[in-house]
């Protein structure tokens, strides 16, 4: 039973990585949309009033596909982050365990193994994140695409 090096843990993360985003799109888009409503309108005004009627909307107005307004920028950010998260939990936990018998570790050392890796995840992930929402949230016609919210952010805020 051989154990993966780092690089195949990696590549192992990111594979999950690209799976979710399948799943996780939809979601992600509903999520930035209404939490940019409640935002910039507080209570008053709202356009949507909640996960359903967001969804029902945006399949009326441009299909299902809108629903996956982002996939790519979802991917720029879901392929990296996983694989950072589950390399750094392995070797972290592989760290805490000398003998190798990871089924020894307490519950405190798999909490840290488990926080330490959502930490590296999300430090990888924060840039692209950032992307991903501004893209998910903007009316249609605001981005031609991911590009455009990388070079525009770039632009306007640095």
């Not at 999950?16 to 949309?33: D, F, H, N, Q, Y």
């Not at 193994?113 to 501004?134: F, H, Q, Y």
């Not at 009316?139 to 031609?144: D, F, H, L, N, R």
Request: contains cysteine; charged residues 15%; glycine residues 12%.
């Amino acid at each position: 039973d051989e154990a993966l090096g780092p690089t195949k843990l990696a590549i192992a993360g990111a594979f999950s990585g690209a799976l979710a985003t399948v799943i996780m799109t939809p979601g992600e888009r509903i999520k930035c949309i209404l939490q940019v409503q409640q935002t910039s309108a507080g209570t008053a005004g709202v356009k949507y009033n909640g996960p359903v009627h967001v969804v029902r909307s945006l399949v009326a107005e441009g299909g299902v596909s809108s629903l996956y307004k982002g996939t790519i920028a979802t991917l720029a950010r879901d392929v990296p982050a996983s694989a950072a998260f589950y390399a750094s939990y392995e070797l972290i936990q592989r760290g805490l365990a000398p003998d190798g018998d990871r089924s020894k570790l307490s519950v405190g050392n798999t909490l840290f193994a488990g926080g330490t890796a959502g930490i590296c995840n999300w430090l990888v992930a924060i840039p692209a994140d950032v992307v991903k929402s501004r893209l998910q949230a903007a009316p249609e016609g605001t981005y031609s695409g991911t590009m455009d919210v990388l070079r525009k952010l770039l632009a306007h805020e640095g």
